[in-house]
Each structure stands twice: as C-alpha cells, then as structure tokens.
C-alpha cells in the first residue's frame, strides 16, 4: 500500500528593517534555521543601514532589497511579499527587526493551518515583551485562539489568502497596517489565530522604563509624525469596518499610551497637535479608489 505523504510547504521569511542594528543579524539568522529563504527590506536610506546589512552577503538563502528610503511598514512588506510569491512560496512569514523567533515556532504554527479548513486566515503567536519577559496576559494560555486582529510581526500568510484578500495597504504607511489587513482577512469569511503554544519575543517604540505607582511602566516615545498615522489610520478603520470586535482593546491601549505620553514624554504638546490632525484627516477620509 502506497502511504501518501504531505509535502512541507515552501515558506520564505520577510524582515523589515529600517535603521537596524547587529541584532538584527542574530534575528535573521534564527529564522533561517525554520524557513527556506529570508527576504530583507531595508527600508533606510543612507549608508549606515547598509553597512549594518553588509555581512548578509555572506548568509545562505538570504536577499536583501533595498528600497529608496522609507516608504512605510506596508510598502516594506509588501515589497518582501511580492519577492517571496514571485519565488512560489506557499507562505509569507513576515517579521519586524527588533522581533526573536523562538526554536520550532513556524512548525506550531503550521500545526494550526488546517484549524478552520480553507478559512483559517492569518496565524500568528502569543507576545511577550521584550524589555520585562513577561507574557502579555491576553496572550497566556495553550492552543490557538480567535483574533480579529494580530501584530504584523510574526504573522503568517497563506499564498491563497493574499492572492484573494491583496497585499498591505501602502497609503496607511504603518500603524494599523496590520489590523486592516487582518479585518479584510475577516470581512473575507477566514478566521485569524494566535496561537498560545510558541512566543514571540517583541519590543514596543523605545521602551523607555518610569515608574508610574509604584510599578515600571513603559514609555514607547513615538514621534509626533508616527502618532498623526495612529490618529488618522485609527479612525479609518473605524469608518471602513466599525468597532466590532477589535476597538474596545485598542482604545484601552490608547488610553493607557496617551496617560503615559502627558505624564512623561516630552513634546508633549507638538505630539498632541500631531494627533488631532491625524483625527481630522480621518473625519475627511474619502473611500475614493476602494
């Protein structure tokens, strides 16, 4: 009797960097270990960057691709994506710089692939932050659970899923890119997992430590430009999707983001600006083209 066996799909690797450090180089070199390719974005401009990426060259089954500065998380992505599905990949493992893929990670996360038949739509793991080691608490337990929306870093995409739903959307730029590719993925008919039985380890703008009663909080310290994109994508999605299902969690992070900024961070008053025109570009927002 022939016993037919399941061939391992072919899955490449895409890391953004954008004014990346050495650490990036262990980062890709982890996920060399799990996958058949990596596609780096250098999403910098200058030679700096370049430099950093340098010794790349001499790592097997690695692509860097340069783009002319810094066209933004989707466009970065993207252009990873493109390469990965032009080479045949059967998924699209896409990763931030400053993330750490754990040993066997891809492998739990294909274990889940067929969790909802041809709807299983983007997977990705549970989250610990970076700066204190500790698992976030939405993301503690075992098996994978349902989301509406997951992180960019560490997602997995399926070539089917982004030949029906289409690439990032590249005028967002960067915030929320990820929530809207997710809630299109969900408009679609698939279902979104996290999957609680591997962590990514993955670290938020600077991490800056304060101490907010008695307790370290950390500070992100965005600039002002990347909070305008927060204000303006956030009330975007609102407007293409509504609420349902993924804004009260993110207007608790919000909330607690903003405490953080007016007690803390500095240009406190240029950041505020910044966010209100972003909510007013929003409000003006036009679905022309969509």
């Known amino acids: ?19 990346p450090n050495a650490t990036i180089l262990r980062n890709i070199a982890a ?42 998380v989707g466009a970065g992505f993207n252009a ?4 990965a599905l032009d080479a045949d990949a059967d998924y699209v493992w896409i990763f931030d710089q400053d993330s750490t893929v754990a040993p066997g990670m891809l492998g739990v996360l294909l274990s889940h692939v067929d969790d909802y038949g041809v709807h299983t739509g983007i997977i990705g793991p549970a989250l610990r932050a970076a700066e204190t080691g500790r698992v976030y608490p939405a993301d503690s337990g075992v098996g994978a659970v349902r989301r ?15 030949e029906e739903i289409g690439l990032h ?10 929530h809207d590719i997710c809630l299109r993925a969900r408009s679609a008919g698939y279902t979104n997992l996290k999957v609680l039985d591997t962590v990514l380890d993955h670290r938020f703008g600077d991490s800056t430590p304060a101490r907010l009663l008695g307790r370290n909080v ?49 240009q406190r008053g240029l950041k505020t600006a910044s966010a209100l025109r972003g909510l007013w570009d929003g409000l003006r927002w036009r679905r022309t083209g969509e």
């Not at 009260?248 to 007016?262: L, P, V």
């Open 1 to 19: 009797m022939i016993v037919e066996q399941k061939l391992r799909p072919r899955v490449a690797g895409v890391v953004l960097a954008y004014h």
């Open 31 to 72: 996920l060399l270990d799990q996958v058949n390719v990596v596609y780096v974005v250098n999403n910098s401009a200058g030679e700096a960057a370049t430099q950093v990426l340098a010794p790349l060259a001499f790592f097997r089954d690695v692509e860097v691709i340069d783009l002319e500065g810094n066209l933004g």
């Open 80 to 83: 990873g994506i493109r390469r």
């Open 148 to 162: 509406h929306t997951l992180i960019s870093s560490g997602s997995l995409f399926s070539r089917e899923l982004l």
């Open 169 to 178: 959307d590249e005028w967002m730029f960067i915030d929320y890119v990820d």
């Open 218 to 266: 950390y500070l992100a310290n965005y600039s002002p430009l990347r909070l305008y994109y927060q204000s303006r994508n956030r009330v975007v999605l609102l407007r293409r999707f509504g609420p349902r299902g993924w804004f009260g969690e993110d207007a608790w992070f919000t909330i607690k983001a903003w405490t953080k900024i007016i007690l803390f961070e500095t």
